[in-house]
Each structure stands twice: as C-alpha cells, then as structure tokens.
C-alpha cells in the first residue's frame, strides 16, 4: 500500500446538535454532488466488497476503485478510493468526524490523505483537494448546518433548479381530486414535487411521507396509488437485498420478478417474497418533473440507515465500538463470515449492562450478553479468524417505512387501479404471513323463493358490494367471488378480524334497522404463510393457509365468525375481541381435507337467536358441541 504523504485537513463548528446533523452531513451523495465531484456511470465488484465505479471528470473516463465505507453512528465516517491513471492521484482517503459541543454546537472535523502518482499530483492534489474542494464542503456543511440549526425536520433544497412543467402538474393534480383524495394532501404532495431535491422525488417511500408530514400513513400510500393513476407518480418495484437490504434490482411490473435475485455488492443470490424482498416505491412522473437519477456515492451511511456501525476489522484482531445505541433488537454480522449475533437494547436499567464481547470464529460467532441498556454502550469485537472482516451492527427490523408488495397488493385501491399487475405465469412468489376471509351467504336459494328473482337478486349483488367496502375500510382487498362467496385478504390480524365484526354487525343489526330480514353470512378467516401466483393474469393466492381459510369458513352456521388459533393468538386480535365484548365459543374440529385436528373459535357479534345462556351450540354437521360462552372474550 502506498503512503500516504499529503495530509490536509478542515474544521468548522455548526450551531446544531449532532443528532440533527448526521442524517444530512452522512448523505454523501448530496455532499458530492453540492462540491463538484463526478458522477458513477456504473460499477462492477471486485473482491472483498470493493467496487469498481466508472464514471467521467472534466469530460476524462475515470475509474477507481472504492472500498465499503466504514462509520460508527453520530460519531464518524470515511472511505477510502484508489484511483486508476490518468488521474494523478492514487489513493485518497477521506475521514469526517463529528464532535458534541455544550450549547447544541457540533464540531465538525475533515481529514484527507492521499498518495500522489507524480508531480502534478502532489501540486494539484494540494490546490485542487486542499483548497477547493475542502472549501466547498465547508460552505456545504455550513449551508446544511444553518438549516438544521432553524429546524427539527430539516428540508434540503434542490442543489440544481428543479424543471417542473407546471401546466401538466395542476393537470394531474386535479384529475387527483377527482378520486376524491384530501385536498391538503394533494398540496402537500405537490409541495414536495416543487420544492425537494431530485433524489428526493425519485424512489419515495409512501410512509416516510407519511412520518414527515404527521399524516396517517395508509391515507398517504393510498394517495400515491391514486396519483399513479392521474399520471403524477410512476410506482416502481425493488427488490432488496436480505444482507445490505439496498435494491440489488429495481423492476415496473410485477410480471418482471423472478424467484430469485443477485445482490452485486454482497455476492449472494436469495429467493425473493411479498413480505421484506419486494417493496413499492414511487417517483414523480417525467413528464412532470425531469429528476435526474444520478448517483454520486454508493455505499455511504445514509444509504443503509438501518446499519449503526460498519467498521474493518483485521485478521486475528480485536476492537472496541463505543456508540449511542436506542432500544432495538439489533444485530452483529460479518460479510466475510457466516456466524452473526443478535441482541437486544432496552430500557430497563436493572435489566442489562452496558457492554457486551463478540468473538467470531470461522463457523459462528458468539456473544456474552443478549440484553444491553440503551445509551452509551460498548462492543468489544474479536476476530478470530485469518480473514479480515468488515463487521456490521445493525437493527433487525426492517424499515417501518417500507411498504411491501404483500401490504401493497393486498390493498382494495391496488386491485382496483392496477388490475394488470400480475406475476408471469409459472412464477410464485412466498409470502410470509397473510389474513384470509371467506365467506358464504346462507340461505340464498331460499331467498329467491321467498322475495323473489330480481329483489334476491339485488340484496346479494348489494351484499357484495357492502363487504367489498367493508373490507377496503379495513385495508383488505376482495380477491374475488365464487357463487355467493368472497375471497378476501389483509395484510393484518387485527384488520381482518374488525372488518368480520362490522360485515357481521351490518348483516344483522343493519339490515333489521334498515326493516329488511338479516342476512345469514357465513365468515371464516386464517392467517400464514402462502404463495402469490398469476392466474388468469389476476394476482391471486395459493397454499395451505388459503385451503385451511375456506375449510374454517364451512364451520360457520351464520351470523358468527369462525377463527383458527393463528388468530386467536395473536395479542392484537385478542385486545380487539376484549374491547368489542363478544361471545366466544372455543371447539375443536378435523376439517374436511386436512388430517389434523384444529383449535378453533366462534365468535358472535350478537347472541345467536335461542339465547346466550344456551349451553349447546349446532354443528353444521347437526350434532352439538360444549358451548364455551360469556360476555367479554375470558382468554
């Protein structure tokens, strides 16, 4: 390696705290695009997790290569670049640090080394480096921290003037209201189209828009649907990475996935699902705003916000991370080994120390300490290995701004608006964890002999449309209907179940206010994992958890709900069972097609016709079962 004989370096305090600067100061892209430095075309890796980035400088192909970043969180980040001729530069290192000062001050430290090539480096890189681009990140630094130091929620304006036609924004603004969205989010949303930087309306996450703005977040995400559809916002689809959790692949459609994807910065193939690997993006439409997708840095700590720390740790060596840590469930991995640790950091002072030691060996890795205080913690990392290792700590827990494909699709709007968007025949991808709800409308053919044809007729085809309202109220969508029966699915077990309770609640005490007989609907529901498929070129379900849904909705006798454990369990549906004070009656049951038998539980919205004090309950087999009953869901 060569060394390093130029050695510069730049300071400057901001008046505002670190907390509020290191979400802005650690986006690197912005830094280097507000100072001039090139643009990457596109990168390929090399080994170790190096990447080789092209790009161009002054109108000259350069191509260097970059080593991961290393930062721990509100504390520090560098990186290191190797550059290839012509440039007269080899290596440049570069180090920012931040340091808390009393009064909400932060002090701000750059260091730069770099190794010339010739003479014109070692000149140029001490005028061009040392001068003008050190200046130029401090009027960036001292731009940025001015904004932070007026404002909590810091709105970065465009480094370049946005191009915005503004004739077709009002247009497909206006074709939004006609959806009837809320006008003050249609402002706020065009707002941010008008006045954020280009990365910025490029990729949006729907709940993150959400957070900023103190809106409710499925109002947010269903806006966006709408503006897709008025031709404001293009949806896209990524495909995440399970290790860096970037997008290894960005796709328009659905019919484009696979079953599997290649993340280039990990090196690892894995099989994609609803659930973490796919999530719904949107960027403003072109035609409405030209946003330039350029990518000035690839690997910086606001990329991948959910990693604390990332730092090199050599072989056979041993280091200690002090960092600012909030209570979590958190992470330790290595990219070079296969071991990692899990942790968690609560609240609880009596509860956990403040330390923990991390050995990892060549075929796992170990931790002394599963629960640690939240504040100034310690990790003492070993490697025991003879390959370096770049370790990473991390949260567990995916972004709670994502919105997955499962949610998304699962979503009444979705199938309404976007009722191409489809897998490509053959392709199923999994899904950890869905709500179906079946259900069937009993006695119907007794209701054509009784009210006749064209009246029958119209309380089923109102009964549909009622449930289907009903069950996008709740953020479930219908799937589809077979006969008399509906098909639905959610995203929740605490929305499927309250959107069962009202369709329920409608049925019986709606209908007979209104002076019509109630209707008899049969409701049954089961949450787990299953497949997402094309069929018909419809988004449709498949699997054992769709089977055992449409099982549990043949045990319904009408007017109750039916749930299996998966949902009973669930603390969410429980809390809502006890809030709603329903009557609950506990069988067990073999369902038809399925060996093993079934815990399951009626659950009545009303008392059912001879009385609540009933000690049997029919069967739909005719038979009785022990009644298990009582005011108030008794768990």
């Not at 932070?148 to 497909?172: C, D, F, M, W, Y």
């Amino acid at each position: 390696m060569e060394r390093y004989t130029i050695h510069l370096y730049s300071s400057i305090i901001l008046n505002a705290p670190v907390e509020r600067l290191w979400p802005i100061l650690s986006d690197t892209d912005r830094t280097n695009r507000m100072i001039g430095l090139p643009a990457f075309e596109r990168t390929r890796p090399d080994h170790d997790f190096i990447q080789i980035v092209y790009g161009h400088f002054l109108g000259v192909p350069v191509n260097w290569r970059e080593h991961p970043f290393e930062w721990i969180f509100e504390q520090q980040f560098s990186v290191e670049r190797e550059f290839a001729p012509p440039l007269p530069v080899k290596r440049l290192q570069t180090t920012t640090r931040f340091t808390p000062l009393p009064g909400d001050r932060t002090k701000v430290d750059v260091e730069v080394h770099m190794a010339p090539r010739n003479i014109i480096g070692n000149i140029g890189g001490r005028l061009i480096i040392g001068q003008r681009m050190l200046r130029k990140m401090r009027q960036a630094y001292r731009q940025m921290g001015d904004l932070a130091a007026t404002s909590e929620h810091v709105v970065l304006p465009p480094v370049r003037p946005p191009r915005i036609n503004h004739q077709r924004l009002r247009i497909a603004a206006e074709r939004l209201r006609a959806f009837g969205v809320r006008s003050s989010l249609i402002d706020r949303l065009t707002a941010h189209i008008l006045n954020v930087d280009d990365p910025r309306v490029l990729k949006m996450r729907a709940f993150a828009l959400a957070d900023e703005w103190g809106e409710p977040q499925m109002d947010v995400l269903r806006m966006c649907l709408y503006a897709t559809r008025a031709g404001l916002l293009d949806l896209e689809w990524d495909v995440l990475c399970p290790s860096c959790r970037g997008p290894s692949q960005r796709v328009a459609s659905l019919s484009d996935l696979e079953h599997d994807a290649y993340c280039p910065s990990c090196d690892v193939r894995y099989d994609t699902n609803f659930d973490e690997s796919i999530e719904v993006r949107f960027s403003v439409n072109p035609a409405i705003r030209d946003a330039v997708d350029v990518s000035y840095c690839i690997g910086g700590p606001a990329n991948t916000p959910h990693i604390v720390a990332q730092v090199a740790l050599p072989a056979q060596g041993r280091r200690e991370i002090r960092l600012r840590l909030t209570p979590d469930r958190y992470r330790l991995r290595s990219r070079q080994m296969t071991g990692r640790v899990s942790f968690e950091v609560v609240s609880d002072a009596d509860a956990a120390l403040q330390t923990a030691h991390v050995v990892f060996d060549n075929d796992d890795a170990r931790i002394d300490a599963s629960f640690i205080r939240a504040g100034e913690v310690t990790i003492v990392v070993e490697n025991g290995t003879d390959t370096p290792a770049l370790i990473v700590i991390e949260r567990s827990d995916w972004s709670a701004h994502a919105t997955s494909a499962a949610l998304a699709t699962s979503l009444t709007e979705f199938r309404q608006l976007f009722s191409s968007e489809a897998l490509s025949p053959g392709v199923g991808i999994a899904i950890r964890s869905l709500t179906f709800l079946f259900s069937d409308l009993k006695g119907s053919t007794a209701l054509y002999e009784q009210i006749g044809d064209s009246p029958a007729y119209a309380r089923v085809r109102d009964h549909f449309a009622l449930m289907s309202a009903i069950i996008g109220a709740h953020n479930g969508s219908l799937v589809k209907t077979i006969g008399d029966a509906v098909m639905a699915v959610f995203s929740s077990t605490e929305s499927a179940v309250a959107a069962a309770l009202e369709i329920q609640r409608e049925f019986t005490l709606g209908e007979m206010a209104r002076g019509n007989p109630a209707l008899r609907v049969k409701l049954g529901l089961h949450s787990g994992p299953c497949i997402a498929v094309n069929a018909n070129n419809l988004l449709d379900y498949f699997g054992s958890t769709v089977n055992i849904a449409a099982r549990v909705q043949n045990e319904s006798i009408g007017g109750d709900i039916v749930l299996t454990d998966a949902l009973t369990g669930d603390p969410l549906v429980r809390a809502l069972l006890e809030r709603e004070r329903v009557e609950l009656e506990r069988f067990e049951r073999e369902l038809r097609g399925l060996s093993q038998r079934f815990k399951l539980t009626r659950v009545w919205v009303m008392p059912p016709r001879d009385g609540a004090d009933a000690p049997l309950t029919e069967q739909p087999g005719g038979s009785t079962i022990q009644g298990v009953t009582g005011r108030g869901a008794a768990w």
